[in-house]
C-alpha cells in the first residue's frame, strides 16, 4: 500500500472511530496495520478502541507496543494512563502522566486528568492546583472548570464551587456540557441557572431524550412534580425504550394499564431479558413498584429480586471492612476522646438528622424546614468534606476513624470553621440548619466534640419495614449493603449497635424519635422536635406538605403528600419472601 493510501485508510478508520463506527474503525486499522505493522497512530488508536469495547487485558499489548514506538508521544502516554488508571493501576497512571507533561507542560488533558485523579483519591488540594494550571494554559476551558467546580464543593467552599460551574456553564459546548455545568448548578443551589442551563442545552439538542429526563429531575427537586412529570413522558416519546425515564417518572407518578405509556413500559418488559444491566436495572425497579401498586405483590417482588440481584452484581461492597468501619468509630469517639477534646463553640445552628435511609429522615427534616427559623439543607456531604484539608490523601473512607484520632484540637477548629463558613454562605439568617444524610450516623461523636449546642436527631422505624424500603429503592449513589438481603439485615445490625454506643457514650445527645410515633400523633411528635431545637411553636410545621423547598433524596415524591401510613407494617405482605432478611436481623438475638 502507497504512503499516500495509508494516510488515507488511516484517517478513514479514524473517522468512523470519532463517529461511533468501532467495527468499521477496527477493521480500518487492521488493514492499515497489515500493510505496515509498526505505524504508531494505528496501533494506539486500535488499542484505544479495544479498550473502548471492554476488552482492556486485549488493548494494554496494543497501547504499550504503540508507546514503544513512539516514546516522545505525550498524548500516548496520557492515553496509556487513563486506560491503567480506568483498570485500577493508579502508581503507574500517574507516573505516566507526569512523564507526558514533561513532555509536553502545556498538555492540558494532562494536567486535568492527573488532577481528576488525586480527586478520586480525596486528594483535592493537589486536583486544584492541577486544574489551575490547566486554566492557566486555557481560561475557557469546560473540563477544568466544571472538576475545579467538583473539588470545591467537595471541600466546602461554597461560593468558589459556584462560580466555578458558571464558569464551565460559559465555556460549555454543546448540550452534554450544558447538562454537567446544571447538575453542579443544582447541586450547589443555584436552581434557577441550572434551569437556564437545561433550557439552553434543549435549544441545542430539542431531541435529545436525556436533556429532556434531565430537566424532569431538576422539576422533581423544586417540588414540581407536574412539571417533571411531563418531561420525563416527553423523554419516553422521544425514545420509547428509555428505562431510565420510565424510572424517573414512576416516582412522581404511577403507571396503570389506561395510561398511553403503559404498552410501552410491557414491551420493554418482555425485552427485559436482553438489555444491558444499566438499563435492565432501573426496569425491573420500575416494575417492581408499578406491580406492587397494583397489588399485584408477587410480581412485583420477583421484579424487586432481579432489580437487586443485577444491581449487587455491578457494584462492589466489603461488609468485614463495613463491619470493621462502625467498631473503629465506637472504639475511637468514647465518653473520654469526645469530652477530652470537645470545643467551646457556641453556636447552636447545626442540627444533624441521622439513622438508617428511609427511616423517615427526610420527614422529619421537611417537618422542621417548614419552621421559618429553619433551613433544611438535605443530604450534604459538608461535615466529611470539611474535613478532608486535614487529611492525607487516604485510600477511602474506611480509614477515616483512625486518620481523625490523630488529629489535633487545632485540626478540629478549623474543621468547624469550614462547617461554619458553610453555613454562613448556605443561609445567613437561619437560627438553625440541617443536615440529614444518613451517613452522619458514624459522625455524632464528632458532631458532639465541634459543636457542643449542635442537636442530634436519630431517626428510627421497624426494622423490616426500614430494610424493606432500603431494599425497594434504586439509590441514586451509595448505599451498597441494600441490594442482597442478608448483607441488608446485617448492616442494619452493625448500624444499631454503633446507635447503642452513641446513647451510652453521649447519654442524652440525641433526640430519638420513631417513624411509627411520628405518623401516629404528627402533632405531638412535631412540637417535640421544634422544642429540641429551642425554638418556638409554628403550625406551619403541620403543613410540611405544602413547602415548596428542595428535596433531593429518594423521598422527594412522598414528602410532597400529607401523613399516610401506608408503609407501616408494608413488610407483612412480603413475609415468606424477606426470610434471608429475617434471619439476618434476628441471627444475633
Wanted: proline fraction near 6%.
Amino acid at each position: 500500500m502507497k504512503p499516500e493510501e495509508l494516510r488515507s485508510q488511516l484517517e478513514a478508520a479514524v473517522a468512523a472511530h470519532q463517529r461511533g463506527d468501532l467495527a468499521a474503525a477496527e477493521q480500518g486499522y487492521r488493514t492499515v496495520l497489515t500493510a505496515a505493522p509498526a505505524q504508531p497512530e494505528a496501533v494506539h488508536f486500535l488499542g484505544l478502541l479495544l479498550h473502548q469495547r471492554g476488552r482492556s487485558a486485549e488493548a494494554m499489548p496494543w497501547l504499550r507496543h504503540a508507546l514503544a514506538l513512539a516514546p516522545t508521544n505525550h498524548l500516548f502516554k496520557g492515553n496509556l494512563a487513563g486506560v491503567l488508571q480506568q483498570c485500577g493501576q493508579g502508581e503507574e497512571a500517574e507516573r505516566l502522566y507526569r512523564e507526558a507533561l514533561e513532555l509536553n507542560p502545556a498538555y492540558i488533558g494532562g494536567h486535568i486528568s492527573l488532577g481528576l485523579m488525586y480527586a478520586s483519591r480525596g486528594d483535592h488540594p493537589r486536583a486544584l492546583a492541577e486544574f489551575a494550571r490547566a486554566l492557566a494554559l486555557d481560561p475557557d476551558s469546560y473540563h477544568a472548570w466544571v472538576s475545579r467546580g467538583e473539588s470545591l464543593q467537595q471541600l466546602a467552599r461554597l461560593p468558589e464551587a459556584v462560580e466555578a460551574y458558571r464558569r464551565a456553564a460559559a465555556a460549555a459546548d454543546g448540550a452534554e456540557q450544558l447538562l454537567g455545568a446544571a447538575l453542579g448548578l443544582r447541586d450547589t443551589g443555584q436552581l434557577d441557572e441550572a434551569e437556564l442551563c437545561h433550557r439552553q442545552a434543549l435549544q441545542r439538542a430539542p431531541y435529545d431524550a436525556a436533556a429532556e429526563s434531565n430537566f424532569g429531575n431538576l422539576f422533581a427537586v423544586r417540588g414540581d412534580l407536574a412539571a417533571a412529570e411531563e418531561h420525563y413522558r416527553r423523554a419516553i416519546e422521544l425514545k420509547p425504550d428509555y428505562a431510565q425515564a420510565y424510572f424517573n417518572l414512576t416516582d412522581v407518578k404511577r403507571l396503570t394499564p389506561a395510561d398511553p405509556l403503559w404498552p410501552g413500559l410491557m414491551r420493554l418488559a418482555e425485552r427485559d431479558a436482553t438489555l444491558p444491566a444499566d438499563e435492565a436495572i432501573p426496569l425491573h425497579f420500575t416494575l417492581a413498584r408499578t406491580w406492587e401498586a397494583l397489588k399485584e405483590p408477587a410480581r412485583s417482588f420477583s421484579h424487586l429480586e432481579t432489580g437487586n440481584r443485577l444491581k449487587r452484581a455491578a457494584i462492589s461492597y466489603d461488609e468485614p471492612r463495613q463491619s470493621r468501619f462502625f467498631t473503629d468509630f465506637a472504639r475511637i469517639f468514647d465518653a473520654d476522646f469526645v469530652n477530652g477534646r470537645a470545643l467551646d463553640s457556641a453556636d447552636p445552628r447545626p442540627v444533624f438528622i441521622v439513622g438508617m435511609p428511609r427511616s423517615g429522615t427526610t420527614l422529619v427534616e421537611q417537618i422542621l424546614a417548614s419552621h421559618p427559623q429553619v433551613h433544611g439543607a438535605g443530604e450534604v456531604h459538608v461535615l466529611r468534606n470539611a474535613l478532608r484539608e486535614e487529611l492525607p490523601p487516604d485510600p477511602g473512607d474506611y480509614a477515616l476513624p483512625e486518620m481523625l484520632a490523630g488529629l489535633d484540637r487545632a485540626a478540629f477548629v478549623r474543621v468547624a470553621g469550614r462547617y461554619g463558613t458553610w453555613l454562613d454562605t448556605l443561609a445567613p439568617g437561619a437560627a438553625r440548619i440541617t443536615n440529614k444524610l444518613p451517613g452522619n450516623m458514624v459522625f455524632v461523636g464528632l458532631v458532639a466534640l465541634l459543636y457542643p449546642q449542635a442537636k442530634i436527631i436519630h431517626c428510627s422505624r421497624e426494622p423490616l419495614d426500614t430494610c424493606l424500603s432500603c431494599y425497594s429503592k434504586l439509590f441514586s449513589t451509595g448505599h451498597p449493603f441494600a441490594y442482597e438481603q442478608g448483607e441488608l439485615g446485617r448492616f442494619y445490625r452493625m448500624y444499631d449497635a454503633l446507635m447503642v454506643h452513641w446513647r451510652s457514650a453521649l447519654p442524652g445527645r440525641m433526640l430519638e424519635l420513631r417513624y411509627e410515633e411520628l405518623v401516629e400523633d404528627l402533632e405531638t411528635q412535631a412540637q417535640r422536635l421544634v422544642a429540641h431545637l429551642d425554638l418556638p411553636w409554628d403550625e406551619a410545621c403541620l403543613r410540611f406538605h405544602e413547602s415548596s423547598r428542595v428535596v433531593r433524596t429518594a423521598s422527594l415524591a412522598q414528602v410532597r403528600q400529607p401523613i399516610y401510613k401506608d408503609s407501616m407494617g408494608r413488610w407483612k405482605r412480603y413475609e415468606k419472601e424477606l426470610a434471608p432478611l429475617i434471619a439476618a436481623l434476628k441471627s444475633s438475638q
